[in-house]
């Protein structure tokens, strides 16, 4: 009968499995692993390891296992579809802003207003991600930012110049720095998000030009190409393309190389947001000294301020099974604590959204540049992308077009206001 | 004509001979569930959502709104002419390619196996792999092909960066990627011509060229109408390959169908892209479904 006895081995080992898997769940009944999804980037994951590995010296019953997501549009395409189809780890770092609305928070997220923490937490960062029905649905993680230029310290005093103040400043340095055989402007096409900053960073200027900008841009009633305003951005970004002050290969040099090129003082001014200070921390360290930062320059001098962006979100998926665990470490994250572990990573790379997180006195330079102008005087405004909802998803396309002299300016910002509609419409706002 | 009429007048009979099957119905239904539900509603259904403004959860009806905005598109017409060059240059070189290398690799050459195996060995790679290679190689400072024509001195251009090169850069590419499978193809066609014709030609005094034009290429055709429709259809809807290594770039400026497609569904306008799947599916069958008709038509009338 060698039939039965293949049946009974067979279910002899199944039983078998049986009994460790019962005594395999029991050994790790009281541990709670959360899976935690951080955009990929040298200074996303620091973050998050510091942050996984304070919080599991606190909660020893809890475990938190990190994962990694491209950024850009590629990543905003995986969050769509990881939570539309119920598949979203428990935590993930997003956009605040208008592509957090983009996400559908009322439905996808759990909220978070009724929780203690959120009293710590400023005004500022919690309008961004407030869903529709008027509640908050994230936490803060990271630091506000900047988004401006980058200068390098060494070839600024080597040839004498000074921070301008004006955008007619900053194309005479521009002039000096080429002639001096450097790189006078750093671009990276290849990583495409990286082209926005004169247009997205400008925005500053755009609002003192135009306070009702944004309210218009969202009724569909102003447009970047019909504004002068507006269109400032697009026409300085083909400035510095026409003069022939980018590096030779900013069609296929990435966001690596142009903070190589900045930190190693092959180029003298790469556009981007604050978060970069984390990044040449991590990689550059013996250059972080040499590296400062300032506002996007525009026509007045008298009225130069900063484009302020929000950190990002910390969010809880609606589908997580682990809820409770989750808002312990979301609570974690917006505590002093939180702030903690996130400086001893990266240092200070700018200031938190957290009351009572305090900053050390020792900061680098760049972030020594950028405190000023979120202080009590400081002159500031937060970007487009948090006063409105409405941005389009082929702007890094569309500028890195203008940016390499291959679309006139003013039709890169008509191209633009034709992209916006679509998610105007998609978002089903009003007047579209 | 009379061999149309012929193969219509035996197509008559042939619904009549499928009721009297061997088989009993049942037998089709495991086959019929799976190609229904994976292929058939699928079709459908897309069809359906061509015309709503969908996520995941809801929908609404908006009737052709998709494919007016789609046709609106600004890259549209650009993705479109792109798609048919990248289509008739990977197409265009691969017959001729293919063509030269299975007449070489059936002549009496050293190594012929081995080389073979060597010109269909792209073929096997991932096609990201060699896209994310040939990006590098590709660099304009730093990338191989530049220093190598910097050693000669000449100034090599930005394969991937300057505009105008950046879809033809691809397309070589997807030649030296795909020819391997083109030359299989010709190498099985070449083999398959009677040696006789070939002795006969000579005996009449026909030299090598008039060999190849006249016996060769004619009876290859069967070859060459393979390689034209499988490296047609496959540049019509190319994607992966251009995606990897420009992601439709510098700008806009090597965007085709496909990619335009993609960056709809990446922004999370599901509708509008699935309209501009349907658009697709209509226009490959447009091109496809004559140059079939008509490749095989001669075939027969000859």
């Known amino acids: 009968m060698p039939r039965s006895k293949n049946w009974s081995v067979l279910a002899g080992f199944a039983a078998g499995l049986t009994v460790m898997t019962a005594l395999s769940g029991s050994a790790f009944a009281d541990t709670t692993t959360l899976t935690f999804l951080v955009p990929s980037g040298e200074e996303n994951v620091a973050r998050a390891q510091s942050l996984a590995k304070a919080f599991e010296a606190a909660n020893p019953d809890i475990k938190v296992d990190i994962d990694t997501r491209p950024g850009g549009a590629e990543g905003d395409n995986l969050i769509k579809t990881r939570l539309a189809t119920g598949e979203m780890s428990d935590i993930f770092q997003y956009n605040s802003g208008s592509l957090f609305q983009a996400i559908n928070p009322q439905q996808n997220l759990v909220d978070l207003s009724g929780e203690p923490w959120q009293a710590d937490v400023q005004d500022i960062f919690k309008k961004v991600v407030t869903a529709p029905d008027g509640t908050q649905r994230g936490a803060p993680i990271g630091t506000g930012m900047g988004g401006g230029i980058y200068y390098n310290k060494k070839i600024y005093s080597d040839l004498g110049l000074s921070i301008p103040k004006t955008w007619a400043e900053f194309m005479a340095n521009n002039a000096k720095i080429k002639a001096a055989g450097k790189v006078a402007v750093i671009q990276t096409f290849k990583d495409t998000w990286t082209s926005q900053l004169f247009v997205l960073g400008d925005f500053y200027n755009v609002n003192a030009a135009e306070p009702d900008f944004a309210t218009k841009f969202t009724g569909n009633q102003a447009k970047f190409a019909t504004s002068p305003a507006a269109l400032k951005g697009f026409e300085h970004q083909a400035e510095v393309f026409k003069d022939g002050y980018l590096n030779e290969d900013f069609g296929a040099a990435t966001y690596d190389d142009g903070l190589r090129k900045l930190a190693t003082g092959e180029g003298a001014h790469y556009p981007m947001l604050t978060f970069a200070t984390g990044a040449i921390k991590t990689t550059y360290p013996e250059h972080l000294g040499d590296v400062g930062f300032f506002a996007m320059p525009g026509d007045d001098a008298t009225k130069n301020g900063l484009t302020v962006w929000m950190p990002d979100g910390l969010y809880i998926a609606g589908s997580s099974e682990h809820a409770d665990a989750a808002k312990k470490f979301v609570a974690f994250v917006a505590s002093p604590a939180g702030c903690e572990a996130q400086t001893a990573a990266l240092g200070v790379t700018g200031p938190y959204m957290v009351k009572g997180c305090a900053l050390p006195t020792d900061v680098p330079p760049a972030v020594a540049d950028l405190l000023p102008y979120f202080g009590e005087n400081g002159a500031a405004s937060p970007a487009l992308e948090f006063v409105s909802p409405v941005k389009g998803p082929s702007l890094e396309q569309i500028t890195v077009e203008v940016g390499s002299g291959i679309r006139p300016p003013a039709d890169g910002a008509a191209l633009y206001d034709e992209d916006v509609k679509k998610q105007a419409q998609q978002l089903g706002l009003p007047g579209w | ?302």
């Open chain 2, 1 to 302: 004509m009379t061999l149309a009429t012929a193969a219509s007048g035996g197509r008559v009979s042939v619904p009549k001979r499928s009721i009297r099957t061997p088989y009993p119905t049942w037998f089709f239904l495991p086959a019929a569930v799976i190609y229904a539900v994976l292929f058939l509603f699928p079709t459908l259904a897309s069809l359906f959502f061509s015309m709503t403004r969908w996520t995941l959860f809801n929908w609404t009806f908006i009737g052709f709104d998709n494919f007016v905005q789609f046709f609106k598109e600004p890259f549209l017409v650009q993705g479109l002419v792109n798609t048919l060059i990248y289509a008739a240059v990977t197409s265009g070189l691969k017959v001729v390619l293919g063509l030269l290398f299975g007449m070489l690799l059936t002549s009496e050459i050293w190594a012929r196996d081995y080389l073979r195996s060597v010109v269909f060995f792209p073929v096997l790679v991932s096609t990201v792999g060699v896209g994310i290679t040939f990006t590098v190689l590709m660099h304009p400072t730093q990338g191989l092909i530049n220093e190598s024509l910097a050693l000669i001195g000449l100034p090599g251009p930005g394969w991937l960066t300057n505009p105008r090169l950046a879809l033809l850069s691809v397309a070589l590419v997807d030649v030296w990627k795909g020819v391997g499978l083109a030359t299989v193809i010709y190498i099985a066609g070449i083999v398959s011509i009677p040696r006789d014709y070939y002795e006969a030609a000579r005996i009449d005094g026909a030299d090598a060229v008039q060999r190849f034009w006249n016996i060769t290429l004619p009876l290859a055709r069967p070859a060459t109408v393979t390689v034209v429709l499988l490296s047609l259809i496959g540049g019509l809807r190319s994607f992966d390959l251009i995606w990897s290594m420009t992601r439709g770039g510098p700008g806009f400026t090597s965007d085709v169908i496909a990619s335009v497609i993609y960056k709809q569904y990446q922004a999370g306008f599901y509708g509008l892209s699935t309209a501009g799947n349907v658009v697709l599916f209509v226009m490959v069958a447009l091109i496809i479904v004559p140059l079939s008709i008509a490749l095989n038509r001669r075939e027969v009338a000859r």
